[in-house]
């Protein structure tokens, strides 16, 4: 008991101290369905799997289940997101099958893909109207399970324990470089 309160201790000072190189959107998963992937992650991968890192506390196991709409937003304000998203619809999300994203360093990332023409369409928008950095060309909705040890991640790839289910999220969340997080409102 006293481990796990110094532990949820430590990881609370960690985030009071947080810096990013960039801000980012995301819309969150449900309760009941980020408990369901959360679920499924802790049984089915095992603890010896997962890469831990001894200079970046944000691998291992995802607890915060969201769908990333942009990353690398320069803006440290929320109004710019603001403004370029007013009058958007509630996004519609539907999950897919795991699949598994290698990394050319030495660890895999377990994701559900997500299937959502509205995300599509918010990120190509954000894209459009605010700066930003990104490495990646093509954007690729998913929701991260874990980052497994290289080589770990493949034998997850195309189960579908999660495919077909949806969820409609009426916020998008903004989270700035400094950790503060912002609650966008959609209509």
């Not at 030495?106 to 994701?111: E, T």
């Not at 495919?163 to 916020?171: L, Q, R, V």
């Amino acid at each position: 008991f006293i481990y796990i309160m110094i532990y949820n201790f430590r990881k609370f000072f960690e985030m009071q101290n947080v810096k990013y190189d960039y801000s980012s959107t995301q819309i969150n998963v449900p309760q009941p369905l980020a408990n369901e992937l959360i679920n499924w992650g802790n049984k089915k991968i095992k603890n010896s799997e997962i890469f831990v890192s001894q200079t970046d506390p944000n691998f291992g196991r995802e607890d915060e289940m969201h769908v990333t709409v942009l990353y690398g937003i320069h803006s440290d304000s929320h109004k710019e997101i603001e403004k370029s998203i007013s009058g958007i619809k509630p996004i519609t999300v539907k999950l897919g099958k795991i699949d598994v994203f290698t990394n050319p360093e030495n660890f895999d990332v377990v994701v559900v893909d997500v299937i959502s023409k509205e995300l599509h369409e918010l990120n190509s928008l954000l894209t459009k109207s605010v700066e930003f950095t990104n490495k990646y060309k093509e954007y690729k909705p998913h929701i991260t399970i874990a980052y497994v040890k290289k080589g770990k991640g493949i034998k997850y790839k195309g189960i579908d324990a999660f495919k077909g289910k949806e969820f409609t999220s009426d916020s998008i969340i903004f989270s700035s470089k400094t950790g503060i997080k912002k609650t966008i409102n959609v209509r």
